[in-house]
């Protein structure tokens, strides 16, 4: 690791304990003078929602536990060593953070192969397409697209629905309506449907909808109950059947900071690195919608389920948006074709039932 980067991360860790600022979650790591590594994660959720507490932390957990205590990973939620959330995977790629979790639509057109699980109505299983994309990043993305990281995992979330202040049953209900989108598809979806997409990363959604800058928002289930969501609007629209939207994520790795470690401490982190992570992560995810579904529910909130033969509305309209990607696929060199049909095969063969496990 560089010098100046640890000598940046320890002081950053010692203000936080000092001010009590920054929950710095120490995985697991015993006595101090067995530790021999210690690494920063970066990220930009509160700790207490789902992927930190449910993925990151236990994944954190893990390692240092295999490690035998000589590696620690100090967490640093809600973008606490500064920046923002566009931001992150550049503080990998450069170093000052180790490790960051980030959503890759944040910086749009940067990583294109990515967005063909982010296509409307693409993916109908987390676990699969997470297996999907762990696959293909292998395959196409590795040594071009994250050729700049070391990467520990790939997923997507669970499906991705409308959260509003007015009932949305087709797309003529978005018209006018001031909706968030979280990449640069959902945001041609939003178009297509009359709506006004905003983009802005998901921390800032309840100040936005609180203050009426927003009148709904794209987000999966999971993320409504740390966002307090169903507080802010009081309907809900999901689909049957292949999700409206997902977002892809990664886990990534400064490449100076990996290649820094002793070959059995590069074997830890390997272990819990890949498909399997990919899919356990993806899957957790994915889960996790369930309880905060219920949340919406017993407050009272209407929740609209669109059946899959109601959703042929709304697939005929979001169909050209297929068209247009593969021909800016074609404008970059790339085969979007070629990259739907790997991932539908995928995601419907040797992906389908994946399982995963940390």
């Known amino acids: 690791m560089k010098p100046i980067k640890t000598m940046m991360a320890g002081a950053l860790c010692t ?4 001010t009590g600022f920054a929950t710095g979650i120490v995985a697991g790591a015993p006595a101090a003078s067995a530790q021999e590594v210690t690494l920063s994660l970066h990220q930009m959720l509160p700790p207490q929602a789902s992927v930190p507490r449910e993925i990151l932390v236990p994944w954190m957990e893990k390692v240092a536990a295999e490690s035998g205590g000589r590696i620690q990973i100090d967490h640093y939620p809600s973008m606490q060593l500064g920046g923002v959330p566009p931001e992150l995977f550049d503080q990998a790629v450069d170093g000052l ?7 890759v639509g944040y910086t749009p057109g940067r990583f294109p192969s990515t967005e063909v699980f982010e296509l409307p109505f693409m993916v109908e299983d987390a676990r699969a397409a997470s297996c999907a994309y762990w696959k293909m990043y292998e395959t196409r993305m590795r040594d071009t697209e994250f050729a700049d990281v070391h990467m520990l995992g790939t997923w997507v979330h669970g499906p991705g629905a409308f959260h509003t202040n007015a009932p949305v049953r087709t797309p003529a209900d978005l018209q006018g309506m001031k909706i968030r989108g979280g990449s640069r598809l959902v945001n041609q979806l939003l178009e297509r449907a009359g709506a006004e ?14 203050k009426g800058v927003l009148d709904g928002t794209t987000i999966p289930w999971e993320v409504t109950a740390p966002l307090k969501v169903p507080e802010l609007v009081s309907n809900h629209t999901e689909f049957e059947g292949p999700a409206l939207y997902t977002l892809t994520f990664v886990l990534a790795m400064n490449k100076d900071s990996y290649d820094a470690l002793p070959d059995d401490l590069k074997t830890v982190i390997d272990n819990n690195s890949g498909l399997e992570f990919s899919v356990f992560a993806g899957g957790t995810q994915a889960d996790a919608d369930i309880p905060a579904r219920a949340k919406a529910e ?8 669109i059946s899959s033969e109601d959703a042929k509305e709304w697939r005929d309209l979001v169909a050209p948006i297929y068209d ?3 021909s800016d696929l074609e404008g970059k060199g790339l085969d979007g074709q070629a990259l739907i049909d790997e991932a539908r095969g995928l995601m419907q063969g040797s992906c389908k039932g994946a399982t995963g496990a940390l």
């Open 197 to 210: 997409p905003i983009g802005m990363p998901v921390p800032a959604v309840s100040e936005a909808l609180s």
């Open 15 to 18: 203000l936080g304990l000092a």
């Open 97 to 103: 953070a180790d490790i960051i979790w980030t959503v």
């Open 324 to 326: 247009t990607w593969v």
């Open 298 to 305: 017993g407050m009272g909130n209407n929740i609209i389920t």
